[in-house]
DNA sequence: CGACGCTTTGACCCGTTTCAACAATGGTGG
DNA sequence: CCACCATTGTTGAAACGGGTCAAAGCGTCG
C-alpha cells in the first residue's frame, strides 16, 4: 500500500488542502483502479464521448484540448500526476473537450461506481474532490486573462511559472528544473499564439537568461523574474502553502 | 414561498439538471437569505476577500473579473439571475478575482452555514451545486477557445450566442430579443479586444444583419448564421434540452 | 544512414491597437 | 423642460505585434 500509485492521489490532495485523517488516506488508498501505460499522442477521452471512468494521471503530461470547425486545436490545459483531468466527467455526461497524452504516460483509470462510494462514503474526501474541481475552474480563469491580456513573452512566461509551482507542489521538480515534454507547437496552441512567434520568444526568455530549456528539461534561471516578465501571482493555484 | 426570489435558483438547477422532488425544491426555497438592491459597477466581492456567504443573482447582470498589475482589467465570466457566482468560496476561502455588477442588480445573500447545511441535508443538492461549478469550468475552457483562437467578429459573435442561450434557459428572452446592459468596453474586457475593435466588429455584426443592439436591447436576427459566424456549439453549456 | 519530428530563420502581410478627436445618449438638477 | 455633464459609441490615420508561408537546420532513433 506503501507505494500504490494513488499515493500520487493522495499527495495532491494534501497539496491542494490540509493533511488527510488516516482513516480518509486508506479508504482513498482502497480505490480499485486499473493501470494503463500509454504512449504518447493517444487519446483517452474524446469529444462527445460518456466516460464511465476517471482517469488519475500517475506519470506524465496530459493536457485537455477543443477542436474548433476550422481545424484550429486550442489546449485549455495541462495535467500532470496527481491529477484527475476528467473529474468532472462524473457529473458531466458528455465531454466537450478531448484529454490526450503530451508524453508516454502511466494512468489509473477509475471507475464512477468506485468515485461515488468514495464521495458518499467519506464526504470530506467528496469535498476536496470538489475543491480540485474549483481549483481546476480557478487556472482556467488564469488562462483566459493569460490568452486575453497578456503579450506572447509575458504568456509563455506565465506558462512555465504554473508549471512549475504545480510541479513543485508535488514533489516533482529538482531545484529549479523540471521535466517538461511540452513541444512548442503544443504552447503554441495553448496560449493562441502560432509555432514561429512561440519559438521567437522563448528564445527571447533564454536570451535574458530567465530560462533554459531543451530536451525535454527546463532550467528556471531566475524565478522572480521570470514571474515579474509574468506577472504571475501564484495565489490562483489555492496550493497550501504559498 | 411560490414567488420567492429562490425560485430563481430552483429554475436555474432545474434548467441544467433533472427536475427536483418536491423535499428537495422546499429545502432550496427554505434557505436562508438576505436581498438588497446594488447599483451598477459597485464590488460585490473583491479579490483578496474571504467571504462568508455566497451571492444569488435574482435580478440583473454581473460580471468577475481580474485585474493585472499593468492595470488592465480582464473580464472571466457574466452571470444572470439564478446563478451563483462565487458559489466556489463555499471551498476556496480567498478569492482570486472580483465580483461586481455590471447593471443595477438585486442580489439575495446566503450564509455559507446555510449552504453547507442545505449539502449536507440534501446531498443531492450537494451534487447539483457541485455540477453548476463544472459547468462554470466548461464555460471558461470555452472562453479560453473564445480568446484564443476565434478573431474579433467571431469572439464577440460567440459571446452574445452565449448570453442568449443562458438567457434563454431561465425563461428571460422574448423571442430571440434580450436585455444585454453590458456596454462594449465591457465587451472588450471580457474578449481581450480594443474597445475601438469591438465597435467596429459589432457594425459588422449589424451590417450583415446578424444583430441589432442599442439602448440595452439585443435582437438576435439570424441566430443561425450568428452561430455558424461564432462557431458556436452549445453542448458546452450542459443545458437539458439542448 | 536516412527519415521524421521539432526547432529555427527570413520576408512579407494583415488584424488589431493606439491615439486623438468627435457625436450621441441619457441622467440630473435648476 | 431645457441646459449641462458624464458615459458610451463612433471615426480616421498611423504603427505594431503577431501571423503566414516556405525552407532550412538539427536530433534522435530505428
Same mark, same amino acid.
Given at each position: ?24 488516506k ?10 494503463? =501505460? ?5 487519446? /483517452?477521452v ?7 471512468? &476517471? &482517469? ?11 477542436? #474548433? ?13 496527481? =491529477? ?17 497524452? /503530451? ?14 462510494? #468514495? ?15 474549483? /481549483? ?23 506558462l ?19 521535466? &517538461? ?22 528564445? =527571447? ?5 530567465? /530560462? ?5 528539461? &527546463? ?6 523574474? #521570470? ?16
Amino acid at each position: 500500500m506503501l507505494h500504490s500509485p494513488l499515493n500520487r492521489l493522495v499527495r495532491k490532495l494534501e497539496a491542494d488542502g490540509r493533511e488527510l485523517a488516516p482513516a480518509e488516506k486508506e479508504a482513498v488508498l482502497r480505490l480499485p483502479f486499473t493501470l494503463k =501505460e500509454v504512449r504518447a499522442d493517444h487519446d /483517452i477521452v474524446r469529444q462527445g464521448d460518456r466516460p464511465t471512468q &476517471c &482517469c488519475l494521471v500517475i506519470d506524465g503530461f496530459l493536457c485537455r484540448y477543443k477542436m #474548433l470547425p476550422d481545424g484550429e486545436r486550442q489546449i485549455v490545459s495541462f495535467h500532470v500526476p496527481g =491529477e484527475i483531468p476528467d473529474l468532472q466527467s462524473l457529473f458531466l455526461g458528455k465531454m466537450d473537450h478531448a484529454l490526450t497524452t /503530451i508524453s508516454p504516460s502511466t494512468v489509473a483509470f477509475i471507475a464512477h461506481e468506485a468515485m461515488n462510494a #468514495l464521495i458518499e462514503g467519506q464526504p470530506k474526501i467528496g469535498r476536496l474532490f470538489w475543491r480540485e474541481t474549483l /481549483i481546476d475552474a480557478a487556472i482556467f480563469r488564469e488562462w483566459i486573462v493569460n490568452t486575453g491580456s497578456r503579450d506572447a513573452y509575458a504568456r509563455i512566461a506565465h506558462l512555465l511559472c504554473e508549471l512549475f509551482h504545480k510541479l513543485q507542489a508535488v514533489g516533482l521538480t529538482k531545484g529549479t528544473s523540471f521535466g &517538461c515534454p511540452i513541444t512548442q507547437t503544443e504552447v503554441a496552441d495553448a496560449t493562441g499564439l502560432s509555432t514561429v512567434h512561440v519559438n521567437r520568444s522563448v528564445q =527571447e526568455l533564454r536570451g535574458n537568461r530567465l /530560462i533554459e530549456w531543451e530536451r525535454g528539461t &527546463c532550467t528556471i534561471l531566475d524565478l522572480q523574474a #521570470l514571474e515579474d516578465a509574468a506577472m504571475f501571482e501564484p495565489e490562483y493555484l489555492h496550493l497550501a502553502h504559498g
